[in-house]
Nanobody
Framework: QVQLVESGGGLVQAGGSLRLSCAAS???????MAWFRQAPGKEREFVAT????????VYADSVKGRFTISRDNAKNTVYLQMNSLKPEDTAVYYC?????????????????WGQGTQVTVSS
């Protein structure tokens, strides 16, 4: 059983930056990891995913060039560096894990989820 805890959310002005962290209770070096987000009144959507080694990443078009996903397997932690934030990035951000090497953009294919961290971007 893997438990995920997100941190680093908060209130930031448009154009600012935040770095989210996702700490895993167990060893997740063999897990593909991802970030999803859910804005008020909308369905949860894919943001970014990273392979077990960190060598492969995939991003949603809406964040490409602004967000960077990374991981430190020694610390069992995944990060999401968010730059040039926009008001439309406002959402609860969730970390997710799947014990497979294939990357996936579909939330149904992730087995473990964190409780989420709120990110609010003011205009």
């Amino acid at each position: 059983q893997v438990q995920l805890v997100e941190s680093g959310g908060g209130l930031v002005q448009a154009g600012g930056s935040l770095r989210l962290s996702c700490a895993a209770s167990g060893r997740t070096s063999n897990y593909a990891m991802a970030w999803f987000r859910q804005a008020p009144g909308k369905e949860r959507e894919f943001v970014a995913t990273i392979s077990q080694s960190g060598g492969s990443t995939v991003y949603a078009d809406s964040v490409k060039g602004r967000f960077t996903i990374s991981r430190d397997n020694a610390k069992n932690t995944v990060y999401l560096q968010m730059n040039s934030l926009k008001p439309e990035d406002t959402a609860v951000y969730y970390c997710a894990a799947r014990p497979r090497w294939e990357l996936s953009m579909f939330e149904s294919e992730y087995d473990y989820w964190g409780q989420g961290t709120q990110v609010t971007v003011s205009s």
